[in-house]
């Protein structure tokens, strides 16, 4: 229970500070992963070129009481002053599960995001890149 406040503490301090720094960003979303409901939290840094980016990350998945690393990478497009769509990979334990992408900015530095693909879907938020 005390890395969980940890984590929590930490992904607080650093999502205000990934929104001022290029490249960076964080995210918490809420999906299906791994057979159960729960919640991501994690950051990645995006190599952006063009309005394509490629963005490794990876974080903690909170579910049930128990938490798992992840390791993600997101290949996307940004259509200027709209959606941002791509496909991505989620790595989690022996799973690699690929999936679809799209973001919608909702404000400068903050979009919805919704990920989907075989046996894993989340919906939620991303501050920065």
Sequence with gaps: MKMLRLLI???A???PHAAFAEGLGAEINYGRADGHWGTE?????????????LTPGGGVYLRDGDTRL????E???TIPLSATIGAGARV???DVRPYATVAMPLIP??????N???KYYALGLTLGY
Excluded: H, N, T
Excluded at 41 to 53: D, K, N, Q, T, W
Excluded at 70 to 73: I, K, L, T
């Design 13 to 15: 301090f650093a999502a």
């Design 70 to 73: 992840y390791g993600r990478v």
């Design 92 to 94: 989690s334990g022996d």
């Design 116 to 118: 989907i693909g075989p």
């Design 41 to 53: 939290i994690g950051a990645g840094y995006a190599l952006e070129m063009a309005g394509f980016s």
């Design 9 to 11: 503490a930490a992904a």
């Design 109 to 114: 530095k903050l979009r919805a995001k919704a």
């Design 75 to 77: 290949a996307a497009y």
